[in-house]
């Protein structure tokens, strides 16, 4: 038998609350179409009442977009265990679990999110960058990289974002392509990178040497011969 009576919430449950009501209504409209009505609305409380524990929709853009970003950065966060190639594509599944979850908020905290909100949302997107390079590095058992190996790197993050938002807009090749292809972007940018840096060429001969033939990488060889053959 219940009481019908509601619990009341401490003060850093319900900021909690408020920040995954305003979250998942982020991820499904533009920041900008979104009212602190409808945040109060989903989460069953007043406006007022909003605004007692966030000072306005800016703060409150905010708390989300730092809770995105650490759920974001940590899914390039991988045990260093087994091929680099299965490795990459797990982290590309959860990359574009994220992606598919929040596709408007996604698009608005790459493209700057409201103005009000740009300076905090290019800090956390630096923030996520930096902790998929410095998981990246980690795979490759690298601490002070080669500049070449610092470029292919972030170029490579670079365009799993760029990838991501062309994929929202239609959404014309199926994902899991896409996350195979961005595994492949990555062995095809170390390939040629190393071809002009032999310490570069060093460590993807180590890589690929611990690489399954029914790996991606491999799988990636096996088409390019294909394309090579006459």
Known sequence: MTTGVRRRMGVEERRQQLIGVALELFGRRSPEDVSIDEIASA???SRPLVYHYFPGKSSLYE??????????AGR?????EGPLGARLLRVMRRFFDFVDEHGPGFSALLRGGP?????????????????????????????VPPARLE?????????????ALIWLDGRRIPRAELEVQLVHDFAALM??????????????????TAEPADGPFGDLLGRLLELAAP
């Open 191 to 208: 390939a040629v990178a190393a071809a002009h840096d032999g310490e570069l060429a060093a460590l993807l001969r180590g890589v690929f």
């Open 43 to 45: 989460a069953g409380i």
């Open 76 to 80: 390039f966060t991988e045990p260093r």
């Open 115 to 143: 103005a009000a909100g740009s300076s905090t949302a290019d800090a956390l997107v630096d923030a996520v960058r930096q902790a998929a390079y410095d998981q990246i590095l980690a795979h490759l058992d690298v601490r």
């Open 151 to 163: 470029l292919v790197v972030r170029s490579w993050i670079s365009l799993a974002e760029s990838t």
């Open 63 to 72: 708390a989300a977009l730092q809770r995105a970003a650490d759920d974001l």
